[in-house]
């Protein structure tokens, strides 16, 4: 996996990883790719910097290669109720020759924990999620960075945290509008579960380190232009997505590989080769 070394953001990228990292102030285990139920206490404010990148091939189609640095920011509303937007640069959009970068399509998103069950040593919780997606990614660009379009997020996920083990499961749906090219993206349905297990306990201030694994599925059903089903597009994929979280006190960071073990597409699509996740965070 070879990242391009010509970013104009990459020192930011690290800078603010770094700077994130070192600053001592607790956050919670965290799926690298799904969702988790805790909510930012009354008040607080979260920052979060996510680097990801993937690439997909195709016979007869050049290669895609994307990479971003998405900034998250949140706000506790209610111990229940957190706000958050995330900003999306797209550091380069490759398909064959064409490469393309700027700020990609912004997202704005609710999540609010309606049940909660606190035991000895572990918590249980039940979270929905609605949002938005919102039309700021240029699509006068080739390769374009946004669909044109608004998209409407909802989400559910039930989880346990406990002293030595994490688990989670939870489904989400994107339904998809008219964008650029009188194109409508197919809805998108996914779910995911994700274990993680503490390798050695240690006390509340120590460093919290948890191997994590998870099952990540992607559907999608066919797109439409101008009203017609578009053959080369929707589809299954599945993918097994090893990780980590690293906990200290109000920051984390956590990172994984989407590997593809099924993949099943419509047509002659890109199929994906691999995806990655490298994730800093910080509680205020």
Same mark, same amino acid.
């Given at each position: 996996?070879?990242?391009?070394?010509?970013?104009?953001?990459?020192?930011?990228?690290?800078?603010?990883?770094?700077?994130?990292?070192?600053?001592?102030?607790?956050?919670?285990?965290?799926?690298?790719?799904?969702?988790?139920?805790?909510?930012?206490?009354?008040?607080?404010?979260?920052?979060?910097?996510?680097?990801?990148?993937?690439?997909?091939? /195709?016979?007869?189609?050049?290669?895609?290669?994307?990479?971003?640095?998405?900034?998250?920011?949140?706000?506790?509303?209610?111990?229940?109720?957190?706000?958050? !937007?995330?900003?999306?640069?797209?550091?380069?959009?490759?398909?064959?020759?064409?490469?393309?970068?700027?700020?990609?399509?912004?997202?704005?998103?609710?999540?609010?924990?309606?049940?909660?069950?606190?035991?000895?040593?572990?918590?249980?919780?039940?979270?929905?999620?609605?949002?938005?997606?919102?039309?700021?990614?240029?699509?006068?660009?080739?390769?374009?960075?946004?669909?044109? /379009?608004?998209?409407?997020?909802?989400?559910?996920?039930?989880?346990?945290?406990?002293?030595?083990?994490?688990?989670?499961?939870?489904?989400?749906?994107?339904?998809?509008?008219?964008?650029?090219?009188?194109?409508?993206?197919?809805?998108?349905?996914?779910?995911?579960?994700?274990?993680?297990? &503490?390798?050695?306990?240690?006390?509340?201030?120590?460093?919290?380190?948890?191997?994590?694994?998870?099952?990540?599925?992607?559907?999608?059903?066919?797109?439409?232009?101008?009203?017609?089903?578009?053959?080369?597009?929707?589809?299954?994929?599945?993918?097994? !997505?090893?990780?980590?979280?690293?906990?200290?006190?109000?920051?984390?960071?956590?990172?994984?590989?989407?590997?593809?073990?099924?993949?099943?597409?419509?047509?002659?699509?890109?199929?994906?080769?691999? &995806?990655?996740?490298?994730?800093?965070?910080?509680?205020?």
């Amino acid at each position: 996996m070879i990242i391009p070394p010509r970013y104009w953001l990459l020192k930011l990228i690290i800078i603010g990883i770094v700077g994130i990292c070192l600053y001592p102030t607790s956050t919670q285990a965290l799926p690298v790719f799904g969702l988790r139920p805790p909510t930012l206490y009354k008040g607080g404010i979260g920052i979060e910097l996510d680097f990801k990148g993937d690439q997909s091939s /195709a016979s007869g189609l050049s290669d895609k290669n994307q990479y971003f640095l998405i900034t998250g920011l949140f706000y506790g509303i209610t111990t229940d109720l957190t706000l958050r !937007a995330n900003i999306p640069v797209v550091l380069e959009r490759r398909v064959g020759s064409n490469s393309s970068t700027g700020v990609g399509d912004i997202v704005l998103l609710s999540k609010y924990r309606f049940w909660r069950h606190d035991a000895i040593g572990a918590q249980d919780a039940l979270t929905a999620m609605v949002g938005v997606k919102l039309p700021t990614g240029k699509t006068s660009v080739t390769p374009s960075l946004g669909s044109g /379009a608004f998209d409407f997020i909802m989400g559910l996920v039930i989880g346990r945290d406990s002293r030595r083990w994490t688990l989670s499961a939870d489904i989400q749906s994107v339904l998809k509008t008219e964008g650029s090219n009188n194109i409508r993206v197919g809805h998108q349905f996914l779910a995911n579960t994700a274990f993680g297990i &503490r390798p050695w306990l240690g006390e509340y201030t120590d460093p919290d380190f948890i191997i994590m694994t998870e099952l990540n599925w992607r559907g999608q059903l066919r797109s439409t232009q101008s009203g017609a089903s578009l053959a080369n597009s929707g589809g299954h994929r599945l993918f097994v !997505a090893p990780g980590f979280t690293l906990i200290y006190r109000n920051w984390g960071l956590r990172g994984g590989v989407q590997i593809p073990i099924y993949q099943e597409l419509n047509g002659n699509q890109r199929s994906d080769d691999y &995806r990655f996740s490298l994730v800093a965070e910080l509680h205020l």
